[in-house]
């Protein structure tokens, strides 16, 4: 069984200070990553994807295996990163690829 | 390109009553997904579809069916809806070719009452 935990359902930073949102996940198999973010009232988009060992938007993310976590950073937060963040995680169960979500962390930047 | 939509975006039902949910998208992806949004609990997957034809129960598939008649649609139906299936229901697509980047629609908001 695959499952993504995202402890904290809200995290509150103040304007320009770092951010770090946590995903811990559990799969037997090797494991692809994603991020996505869904801004008030917008649909869901992917954010970022660990295959790619990109930044998006100032965040990062590194897998790490030995942990089993997928941890969002941001260095400077921005007003405009306010928004649900949603880890989630592929698995190749039943022949078709799906994802599972964690619960997601809703992320307050304050002024 | 639209990507994906859904129809309709808001609807209150009362209980018992039925409805359809479409999805439709234009990027001629092969899997498409139905889930639910609900306040900490995250997205739950309810049913989703491999290819044209094809359907497969997700997580949380009871009391709803799908069809997946032309690969650009995927329609939910619920057959006698109750209170406890008052969500936020989001399609997705994923072109199946290696790629496990999602595209999601922009949501249904659901009202049982």
């Known amino acids: 069984a695959q499952r993504v935990t995202q402890p904290e359902k809200l995290l509150s930073v103040f304007k320009g200070a770092p951010v770090e949102l946590k995903c811990n996940y559990s799969?037997?198999?090797?494991?692809?990553l994603f991020w996505y973010v869904q801004y008030s009232r917008q649909r869901l988009q992917l954010l970022l994807r660990?295959?790619s060992r990109e930044s998006i938007k100032g965040f990062t993310a590194d897998l790490n295996k030995g942990e089993t976590s997928f941890h969002l950073k941001k260095p400077f937060a921005q007003e405009e990163d306010s928004a649900m963040y949603y880890c989630?995680?592929?698995?190749?169960?039943?022949?078709?690829?799906?994802?599972?979500f964690g619960t997601g962390t809703q992320l307050k930047v304050e002024l | 390109n639209a990507g994906v939509t859904q129809t309709p975006k808001f609807r209150v039902l009362k209980t018992g009553q039925s409805m359809t949910l479409l999805c439709a998208q234009d990027?001629?992806?092969?899997?498409m997904y139905w889930y639910r949004q609900d306040p900490g609990m995250g997205l739950r997957l309810i049913h989703y579809?491999?290819?044209?034809?094809?359907?497969a129960k997700g997580e949380v598939p009871d009391g709803y069916n799908v069809s997946r008649l032309k690969k650009q649609n995927f329609l939910l139906g619920l057959e006698s809806a109750a209170p406890s299936q008052t969500s936020v229901y989001f399609c997705?697509?994923?072109?199946?070719?290696?790629?496990?980047?999602?595209?999601f629609g922009p949501g249904t908001r659901l009202t049982v009452l």
């Open positions: 579809s491999v290819g044209e034809g094809t359907t």
């Open positions: 660990h295959i």
């Open positions: 799969y037997s198999g090797s494991p692809e």
């Open positions: 990027m001629n992806h092969e899997y």
């Open positions: 997705a697509s994923r072109s199946g070719q290696g790629a496990d980047t999602q595209y």
């Open positions: 989630a995680l592929s698995g190749l169960t039943g022949g078709g690829n799906k994802l599972t």
